[in-house]
């Protein structure tokens, strides 16, 4: 499991992070929507399959991108997002950090290029709305890494997830995506982790898949719980 020194560091890292989403998001914003489960779950990964990028798509206005920048110096960090003004906002939040490229652009065109040119990317891919998704498009490009989709269906009444044009966010989805791989995880969200979630208002669920990689890091810590893609 995550040793002291290793949880220490990402609730250092976690709580110094401004929460600019408060001016647009119903969670208040913060990393992963001020999810410390999701961060300690995401450190977990990119230690154990040694991530050499970080990917995001929809960075909004860089509460999650800060926080990478912060607890993650070493790896760039490639986000986007599809509204000029929140691409500008992030990049000038961010100009500080070398290891940050923030780009206007859809996510599917910035996965075009840098999808797997990386040999174990971390992919965070929240650039979904209400209204569509270019989350079937995103998974198709992505042939190798680690990837966490956000506001995904976990059937539990505590997580909220997304849906467009009355398609949600969900195991169905993967399926109909025909996503490379058996299986994905959810965190339990009984899990003992080191750190309670403070976030008191809206906490999304969240998806995570090995594609072309190994399982055995998720097998390995008891966070995650594995569920199959395909109908059993």
Request: with cysteine.
């Amino acid at each position: 499991m995550l040793t002291r020194e290793h949880s220490e560091r990402v609730y250092h890292h976690f709580y110094r992070i401004p929460r600019m989403g408060v001016l647009g998001l119903s969670g208040d914003g913060g990393p992963f929507g001020f999810d410390i489960a999701a961060a300690l779950g995401a450190d977990w990964l990119i230690r154990r399959y040694r991530c050499d990028a970080i990917v995001e798509t929809g960075c909004f206005l860089g509460d999650t991108t800060e926080y990478l920048a912060h607890a993650y110096p070493r790896l760039p960090i490639l986000t986007c997002d599809v509204t000029e003004e929140c691409a500008v906002f992030t990049r000038h939040r961010l100009n500080e950090y070398s290891n940050v490229a923030v780009t206007h652009e859809h996510s599917a065109a910035m996965l075009s290029t840098v999808a797997n040119s990386f040999d174990c990317a971390f992919y965070y891919l929240d650039a979904h709305s209400v209204e569509n998704s270019p989350l079937a498009t995103e998974l198709a490009l992505i042939r190798r890494g680690v990837v966490c989709i956000d506001d995904f269906d976990i059937g539990h009444p505590r997580f909220s997830h997304d849906a467009w044009a009355g398609v949600s966010c969900n195991a169905a989805f993967l399926r109909a995506s025909h996503v490379q791989a058996e299986h994905y995880w959810t965190m339990d969200p009984n899990a003992a982790l080191p750190f309670p979630c403070l976030q008191t208002r809206r906490r999304s669920g969240k998806a995570w898949l090995a594609i072309g990689l190994d399982t055995m890091p998720f097998s390995d810590c008891p966070w995650f719980v594995r569920w199959p893609i395909q109908c059993q």
